[in-house]
């Protein structure tokens, strides 16, 4: 729900809505300003499960940019398949009428346009603002946020805001995302042990 503060949240609080049509299906309290952009995302990549917007520091310093977090090491090969891309700027008039609505919609151009796998790099810097993650189900889009928040701090320590600095070997980034993501992937215990 909007606004409630997480210590004061209570089960009978959460507000259960449609995935068909955005609208409140159970619950007495008004859903949280957001859900505009998460029904976007939930209805644009059907692979995700679970969504995270956070304003942790440090991703949200890297969102607040404006520039793409690129991949500087196997900590962030681990969890993003590249560069976590930022959207595009929201457009007056989008502000204006439907601000959550088209933060979606620049989340998702902004996987489309670029290319982007949403899938392989689960995140998105809003510029001026702050990240959403997300993932298949709620405990991997939290993750995600942490992972995000991880590699940002990290950035941010090597002072690669001010600095053009090198990008971790493309063939590294790769080993390093497909041994946990991949087909063929082998990190970690085989699922169900």
Not at 16 to 21: I, M, V
Not at 72 to 79: K, V
Not at 109 to 117: D, F, I
Request: glycine share 8%.
């Amino acid at each position: 729900p909007s606004g409630v503060a997480y210590e004061a949240l209570r089960p009978a609080d959460i507000v259960l809505l449609s995935l068909e049509d955005g609208k409140v299906v159970d619950g007495r309290l008004r859903p949280s300003s957001d859900t505009p952009t998460h029904w976007h995302l939930y209805r644009s990549f059907p692979s995700i499960g679970g969504i995270v917007h956070t304003h942790s520091a440090h991703a949200t310093a890297w969102s607040q940019l404006g520039r793409p977090l690129p991949c500087f090491g196997t900590t962030h090969a681990d969890h993003f398949h590249g560069s976590v891309p930022v959207a595009r700027r929201l457009r007056p008039k989008e502000i204006r009428e439907a601000y959550e609505w088209a933060t979606g919609v620049s989340i998702v151009e902004t996987s489309s346009r670029q290319g982007v796998n949403p899938d392989h790099v689960p995140a998105v810097l809003l510029p001026g603002h702050a990240p959403f993650t997300w993932g298949p189900d709620v405990k991997s889009a939290v993750d995600n946020a942490i992972a995000l928040e991880a590699v940002a701090h990290i950035a941010l320590l090597m002072g690669a805001a001010t600095q053009k600095l090198p990008e971790l070997d493309a063939r590294v980034r790769d080993k390093h995302f497909e041994r946990k993501h991949g087909s063929q992937a082998y990190y970690g215990q085989p699922k169900g042990k």
